[in-house]
T-cell receptor, first 118, second 116 residues
Framework: DAGVIQSPRHEVTEMGQEVTLRCKPI?????LFWYRQTMMRGLELLIY????????DSGMPEDRFSAKMPNASFSTLKIQPSEPRDSAVYFC????????????????FGPGTRLTVL | AQKVTQAQTEISVVEKEDVTLDCVYE???????LFWYKQPPSGELVFLIR??????QNEISGRYSWNFQKSTSSFNFTITASQVVDSAVYFC?????????????FGTGTRLKVLA
């Protein structure tokens, strides 16, 4: 089975530009997560969806960040306008969703998108 | 507050040595899950193991073993006879939220360098 797919793998953009990161979760997984990884702050959960509905976006740093999940097989994370401090690796992860509750699930991660904002 | 501490920032060993990566966690929940992930130089995060708070049996998978001790809130990871391919950053994570807000908290990671 295919794992979580993210695109692009690398993105270099200039400050002020709009950036869109894409994710395809593992088929059959009900939960999708967006993380950001930086040296200073480590891995931070930005937002997560259940059955395409955003459940908790308390980790989204600013209004410049937005995420959507129009269907079960696709999600986007958009930054508009981008700033140099947004430079990081952005990971998408998905989990199956079991009767035991979300906290029992294993999250499976995509390869990440390395974003550089100049 | 929930917290995962990986006090070892970086460890260097020579190939074939055994190495233990420490993970200490804090939680007020009685039911929770613990995980280890590997992040090799290529950057992806690879799931290694999941353990629930009621299962304190040690687990062995090839050269990997995990020691879960609830009394000390620790979930340590040992690599036996380390190999260069084990060089990576290893993350411990805590998942809780049975009775409330879901949390999936990562430690800061331990960078393991295995030298040939």
């Amino acid at each position: 089975d295919a794992g979580v797919i993210q695109s692009p793998r690398h993105e270099v953009t200039e400050m002020g530009q709009e950036v869109t990161l894409r994710c395809k979760p593992i088929s059959g997984h009900d939960y999708l997560f967006w993380y950001r990884q930086t040296m200073m702050r480590g891995l931070e959960l930005l937002i997560y969806f259940n059955n395409n509905v955003p459940i908790d976006d308390s980790g989204m740093p600013e209004d410049r960040f937005s995420a959507k999940m129009p269907n079960a097989s696709f999600s986007t994370l958009k930054i508009q306008p981008s700033e140099p401090r947004d430079s990081a690796v952005y990971f998408c992860a998905s989990s199956r969703g079991t009767s035991g509750g979300l906290y029992t699930d294993t999250q499976y991660f995509g390869p990440g998108t390395r974003l550089t904002v100049l | 507050a929930q917290k995962v501490t990986q006090a070892q920032t970086e460890i260097s060993v020579v190939e074939k040595e055994d190495v233990t990566l420490d993970c200490v966690y804090e939680t007020r929940d009685t039911t929770y899950y613990l995980f280890w992930y590997k992040q090799p130089p290529s950057g992806e995060l690879v799931f290694l193991i999941r353990r629930n708070s009621f299962d304190e049996q040690n687990e062995i998978s090839g050269r990997y073993s995990w020691n879960f001790q609830k009394s000390t809130s620790s979930f340590n990871f040992t690599i036996t006879a380390s190999q260069v391919v084990d060089s990576a950053v290893y993350f411990c994570a805590l998942s809780e939220g049975r009775g409330g807000t879901y949390k999936y908290i990562f430690g800061t990671g331990t960078r393991l360098k295995v030298l040939a």
